[in-house]
């Protein structure tokens, strides 16, 4: 925070890695500070249904005064080095003036249906965030040894017409877009020590898993939009979100849009919402929204990576059983603003295949090779039990207790675990990524692609039929669900460096935890024999196997991949063969291929760790697995493994050898024959 003198912009380029370095071309340049506001939204816990509309355009508008005075802030830097009061005259001050003028009319909109809110007005003044300290890139500030409960990711993305990475005369933050990320903001995941704990899952609890699976976002369907913080607001988010799930994701869209859209899920009564901020290869490439609000206008630059996979997990409750999901139940996980607001909200978690007992918050992982990038989301598991959202889209819901209880008398209801793997390779930070390209989530442009500002989005709209089925299955302790046999391998980097060497040399020693520590490293909840130790998916990451590597555990396919990276369900033979185009669901203006969602291959498993008979199939037909390794399913679900045929499959390939044979040997009888008759 910065007094009354402004930001001092000096040495802007300097390197991140070398001491005196200042070559912009292959540098990461030093952070210049930031905006910091007072979040209104998170203060405003109670607004009529009146007032909602009118409230939540006012603060869309408090973020893009923001943004503006953010880029105003980036742009000035030679104007601030000349007079050092400028950036609060010019910049600082009017933004003040403009949030007080916002703030009154919130206030107002409440006043005219209910009580008007206290304290708003001190919310209006800003400061200047001064630059960062410059830390060695693999020194883990403290943020770094946090679990996945508090682990929130930066946002970065669009696109940018300088390519290099802090290159070409961009001002302050470095990255492309020349508003993060530094070197800073990454660390060696061997490096961190693990941190995953999880509380035990005691009698009464529900130890079940039941699974979804909507694909990649192969349809190509992003915006910039949030209906559920922005409803009715274009570019609300100021950053692009990947959508699966749900295709009629707009700030325009209403309840009824929403309950009767197309969804990319493979079994069709799930038309839920999943998004969350794309991430992106600093590599200079031109996307879609290069030139647009929430893109490269707003700092968002870069190449939009699609995810090698997704998986979605519905899990219980160490205390008690849980209950059902109120049908459109909003829930949203981490904060987009934590880099300012402080870390109280930030829940997403980042890690390594191979790696994942080891959670970060507030660092991107620098993964080894042969080991890919993982962003893990858990949401909310305990809800008010009246409302389907609040006015600051959290009241309604909280994350259980250490002991996994819910308190104020809430209820426990399933828990969203999300897992997003990428293939990225760990940037090269020794030339700002130049070599290999800096990686960082989107985000609000003066939120500078912090890694703690990682945050997942989450709309209900499962049919009530498959929500009632859900919380059956997981009460009853049974692994359920299409895509419950999606299980992973986890890779198997922990026994590599990293292609791209940090600032700070990789550690040596790898903790014991290549690919197994614990059960997490590239373990995997899939065993269904013993009761799991444990409840809460944030301290243990679900683990599932990597798209299109052919194998299952017995090195059998499990269906795969095509040329292309879209499932092809041709091979792994058994189980859902007949549903490849089921729930492909296209957005009415598709910017990316439509293609045919994963199919699941595998058969029922044959033992439960709650006693019960074959897993139960719930909704699409879906196949759980034989417990392959001693890590709980909790969070993991059953590990893929490729069925081989039935009997009848069997006799299809020996009875025309059988037949060969038998013409072999009635050839033989009559030679002989002829041979007798001969002599």
């Given at each position: 925070m910065l007094g009354g003198g402004g930001l001092v912009a000096a040495n802007v380029y300097a390197s991140a890695t070398e001491e005196g370095g200042t070559d912009p071309a292959q540098t990461l340049s030093t952070p210049a500070g930031t905006i910091d506001c007072p979040d209104v939204g998170t203060k405003l816990t109670n607004v009529p249904e009146g007032a909602k509309e009118d409230v939540a355009k006012e603060l869309a508008l408090l973020d893009q005064q923001i943004a503006d005075?953010?880029?105003?802030?980036?742009?000035?830097?030679?104007?601030?080095?000349?007079?050092?009061?400028?950036?609060?005259?010019?910049?600082?001050?009017?933004?003040?003036?403009?949030?007080?003028?916002?703030?009154?009319?919130?206030?107002?909109?409440?006043?005219?249906?209910?009580?008007?809110?206290e304290g708003l007005d001190a919310l209006a003044a800003c400061t200047l965030r001064a630059p960062e300290s410059s830390a060695p890139a693999g020194e883990e500030s403290d943020g770094a040894q946090n679990t996945g409960d508090a682990g929130q990711g930066g946002q970065q993305g669009g696109d940018d017409q300088n390519a290099g990475n802090g290159q070409n005369g961009q001002n302050g933050n470095g990255g492309q877009a020349g508003n993060g990320p530094v070197a800073e903001d990454y660390v060696d995941i061997k490096s961190v020590q693990p941190n995953v704990s999880e509380p035990a899952v005691r009698k009464g609890g529900s130890r079940g898993t039941f699974a979804t699976s909507c694909g990649v976002n192969e349809n190509g369907l992003f915006n910039s939009d949030n209906v559920i913080v922005a409803p009715g607001v274009s570019n609300g988010a100021h950053h692009f979100h990947d959508y699966i799930g749900n295709q009629s994701n707009t700030a325009f869209a209403s309840d009824e849009d929403l309950a009767n859209?197309?969804?990319?899920?493979?079994?069709?009564?799930?038309?839920?919402?999943?998004?969350?901020?794309?991430?992106?290869?600093?590599?200079?490439?031109?996307?879609?929204?290069?030139?647009?609000?929430?893109?490269?206008?707003?700092?968002?630059?870069?190449?939009?990576?699609r995810a090698k996979e997704v998986t979605l997990n519905f899990v219980g409750n160490p205390q008690s059983k849980v209950t059902e999901m109120p049908r459109l139940l909003r829930i949203i996980t981490g904060d987009a603003k934590?880099?300012?607001?402080?870390?109280?909200?930030?829940?997403?978690?980042?890690?390594?295949?191979?790696?994942?007992?080891?959670?970060?918050?507030?660092?991107?992982?620098?993964?080894?090779?042969?080991?890919?990038?993982?962003?893990?989301f858990k949401f909310q598991s305990c809800w008010d039990g009246q409302n389907i959202d609040s006015a600051n889209h959290r009241a309604h819901v909280a994350f259980a207790a250490a002991d996994g209880s819910c308190g104020n008398g809430f209820k426990a209801i399933p828990q969203l675990v999300q897992r997003i793997v990428y293939d990225v390779d760990a940037p090269s930070l020794q030339d700002g990524g130049k070599t290999t390209p800096l990686?960082?989530?989107?985000?609000?442009?003066?939120?500078?692609?912090?890694?703690?500002?990682?945050?997942?989005?989450?709309?209900?709209?499962?049919d009530e039929k498959l929500m009632s089925e859900m919380v059956d299955c997981i009460n009853a302790g049974r692994t359920c669900g299409v895509g419950a046999g999606d299980g992973g391998d986890g890779g198997d980097g922990g026994q590599e460096e990293p292609t791209q060497a940090p600032t700070t040399p990789p550690a040596d020693n790898d903790g014991g935890n290549g690919g197994n520590d614990g059960g997490n490293g590239g373990g995997k909840g899939d065993d269904q024999t013993e009761p799991p130790a444990t409840q809460d998916p944030t301290t243990e990451a679900p683990q599932?196997?990597?798209?299109?590597?052919?194998?299952?555990?017995d090195g059998q396919g499990d269906g795969g991949k095509n040329d292309d990276g879209q499932a092809d369900g041709g091979n792994g033979g058994a189980g859902n063969g007949d549903d490849g185009n089921a729930g492909t669901g296209q957005d009415d203006e598709p910017t990316g291929a439509t293609t045919v969602a994963p199919k699941v291959s595998g058969q029922p498993d044959a033992?439960?760790?709650?006693?019960?008979?074959?897993?139960?199939?719930?909704?699409?037909?879906?196949?759980?697995?034989?417990?392959?390794?001693?890590?709980?399913?909790?969070?993991g679900g059953a590990r893929a493994q490729a069925v081989g045929g039935d009997l009848a499959e069997t006799g299809t390939s020996l009875w025309p050898a059988a037949g060969g044979a038998i013409l072999l040997i009635a050839g033989f009888v009559v030679l002989m024959r002829t041979r007798r008759h001969a002599r």
């Amino acid at each position: 925070m910065l007094g009354g003198g402004g930001l001092v912009a000096a040495n802007v380029y300097a390197s991140a890695t070398e001491e005196g370095g200042t070559d912009p071309a292959q540098t990461l340049s030093t952070p210049a500070g930031t905006i910091d506001c007072p979040d209104v939204g998170t203060k405003l816990t109670n607004v009529p249904e009146g007032a909602k509309e009118d409230v939540a355009k006012e603060l869309a508008l408090l973020d893009q005064q923001i943004a503006d005075a953010y880029q105003r802030l980036m742009n000035a830097g030679q104007a601030i080095e000349q007079d050092a009061a400028f950036a609060d005259n010019s910049i600082m001050n009017p933004l003040k003036e403009k949030r007080a003028a916002t703030i009154e009319r919130i206030a107002i909109a409440v006043d005219r249906q209910g009580d008007r809110p206290e304290g708003l007005d001190a919310l209006a003044a800003c400061t200047l965030r001064a630059p960062e300290s410059s830390a060695p890139a693999g020194e883990e500030s403290d943020g770094a040894q946090n679990t996945g409960d508090a682990g929130q990711g930066g946002q970065q993305g669009g696109d940018d017409q300088n390519a290099g990475n802090g290159q070409n005369g961009q001002n302050g933050n470095g990255g492309q877009a020349g508003n993060g990320p530094v070197a800073e903001d990454y660390v060696d995941i061997k490096s961190v020590q693990p941190n995953v704990s999880e509380p035990a899952v005691r009698k009464g609890g529900s130890r079940g898993t039941f699974a979804t699976s909507c694909g990649v976002n192969e349809n190509g369907l992003f915006n910039s939009d949030n209906v559920i913080v922005a409803p009715g607001v274009s570019n609300g988010a100021h950053h692009f979100h990947d959508y699966i799930g749900n295709q009629s994701n707009t700030a325009f869209a209403s309840d009824e849009d929403l309950a009767n859209a197309e969804t990319s899920c493979v079994d069709q009564s799930d038309k839920s919402t999943y998004y969350w901020p794309v991430l992106r290869l600093q590599n200079g490439k031109q996307e879609q929204d290069a030139d647009k609000p929430g893109g490269g206008i707003e700092g968002n630059a870069g190449e939009i990576v699609r995810a090698k996979e997704v998986t979605l997990n519905f899990v219980g409750n160490p205390q008690s059983k849980v209950t059902e999901m109120p049908r459109l139940l909003r829930i949203i996980t981490g904060d987009a603003k934590a880099f300012v607001n402080g870390p109280a909200n930030a829940n997403a978690s980042w890690s390594c295949t191979g790696f994942e007992d080891r959670q970060l918050k507030d660092k991107y992982p620098l993964c080894p090779k042969g080991s890919d990038v993982v962003r893990t989301f858990k949401f909310q598991s305990c809800w008010d039990g009246q409302n389907i959202d609040s006015a600051n889209h959290r009241a309604h819901v909280a994350f259980a207790a250490a002991d996994g209880s819910c308190g104020n008398g809430f209820k426990a209801i399933p828990q969203l675990v999300q897992r997003i793997v990428y293939d990225v390779d760990a940037p090269s930070l020794q030339d700002g990524g130049k070599t290999t390209p800096l990686f960082a989530v989107d985000s609000f442009p003066e939120q500078l692609h912090k890694p703690i500002t990682d945050h997942g989005d989450f709309i209900n709209v499962f049919d009530e039929k498959l929500m009632s089925e859900m919380v059956d299955c997981i009460n009853a302790g049974r692994t359920c669900g299409v895509g419950a046999g999606d299980g992973g391998d986890g890779g198997d980097g922990g026994q590599e460096e990293p292609t791209q060497a940090p600032t700070t040399p990789p550690a040596d020693n790898d903790g014991g935890n290549g690919g197994n520590d614990g059960g997490n490293g590239g373990g995997k909840g899939d065993d269904q024999t013993e009761p799991p130790a444990t409840q809460d998916p944030t301290t243990e990451a679900p683990q599932t196997d990597q798209p299109g590597d052919g194998k299952g555990d017995d090195g059998q396919g499990d269906g795969g991949k095509n040329d292309d990276g879209q499932a092809d369900g041709g091979n792994g033979g058994a189980g859902n063969g007949d549903d490849g185009n089921a729930g492909t669901g296209q957005d009415d203006e598709p910017t990316g291929a439509t293609t045919v969602a994963p199919k699941v291959s595998g058969q029922p498993d044959a033992g439960n760790d709650a006693g019960d008979d074959q897993a139960e199939v719930i909704g699409t037909p879906a196949q759980t697995q034989p417990p392959t390794s001693d890590t709980d399913s909790l969070t993991g679900g059953a590990r893929a493994q490729a069925v081989g045929g039935d009997l009848a499959e069997t006799g299809t390939s020996l009875w025309p050898a059988a037949g060969g044979a038998i013409l072999l040997i009635a050839g033989f009888v009559v030679l002989m024959r002829t041979r007798r008759h001969a002599r």
